[in-house]
């Protein structure tokens, strides 16, 4: 799987918009981008994902470069509940469930401030 | 839907003893897996099942083993604990839907301390 680099660490004040960023210059065309976060204390979630064009859904959206090589997951309005390690994911999705092998970095600790 | 359950949340073993970690989903999902996570890191994938009877190997499978014998129990063996296991350890499950996105669904957890 194609590598991503995250930075370690981002803060943000409560209600703000946050823009998590995520380079991964080495994608290939068949990868999706995947976004899960870990909150303290529990599993991973699922957040978002994407090929190429940019997503939104009820918990964030996901702009992708041109390119393809990097990608900005972007929350509104971060909430407490919102401080999390979050992890960009690529993976070679065909015909199937090809995500189930997911391999996950040291992601981004986000935290928040009240 | 209980979604992914796993037990116990928390275990302490000895060295060289063994135990199973449980995973269960109620889901009817295809796929399941496991990963351990150790301080300040990501997932690592020990060991995942595509289907009943059907077992793989991940990144870090040594000293674990696994069956899958129904389509909604996952349960990961360790023969002989050692302190380098003492982790964190994730069950998730997954559908496999062609042509559509499969998200994993993760357990709460199981923590793993060998003395």
């Known amino acids: 799987d194609a590598k991503t680099t995250q930075p370690n660490s981002m803060e943000s004040n409560e209600e703000e918009p946050v823009h998590l960023p995520c380079n991964h210059s080495?994608?290939?065309?068949?990868?999706?981008i995947h976004w899960y976060r870990q909150l303290p204390s529990q599993g991973p979630e699922y957040v978002i994902h994407g090929l190429t064009s940019n997503v939104n859904n009820r918990m964030a959206s996901l702009a992708i470069a041109e390119d393809r090589k990097s990608s900005t997951l972007i929350l509104h309005r971060a909430t407490l509940r919102d401080a999390a390690v979050y992890y960009c994911i690529l993976r070679e999705s065909g015909s199937g469930g090809s995500n189930y092998k997911l391999t996950f970095g040291k992601g981004t600790l986000l935290t928040v401030n009240p | 839907n209980a979604g992914v359950t796993q037990t116990p949340k928390f275990q302490v073993l000895k060295t060289g003893q063994s135990m199973t970690l449980q995973c269960a989903q109620d889901m009817n999902h295809e796929y399941m897996s496991w990963y351990r996570q150790d301080p300040g890191m990501g997932l690592r994938l020990i060991h995942y099942?595509?289907?009943?009877?059907?077992?793989d190997q991940g990144e870090v499978p040594n000293g674990y083993n696994v069956s899958r014998s129904t389509t909604e129990d996952f349960p990961l063996r360790l023969l002989s604990a050692a302190p380098s296991q003492t982790s964190v350890y994730f069950c998730?499950?997954?559908?496999?839907?062609?042509?559509?996105?499969?998200?994993?669904?993760f357990g709460p957890g199981t923590r793993l301390t060998v003395l």
């Open positions: 080495t994608i290939s065309g068949t990868d999706y």
């Open positions: 998730a499950s997954s559908r496999n839907r062609v042509g559509s996105y499969n998200e994993q669904f």
């Open positions: 099942s595509v289907g009943a009877g059907i077992t």
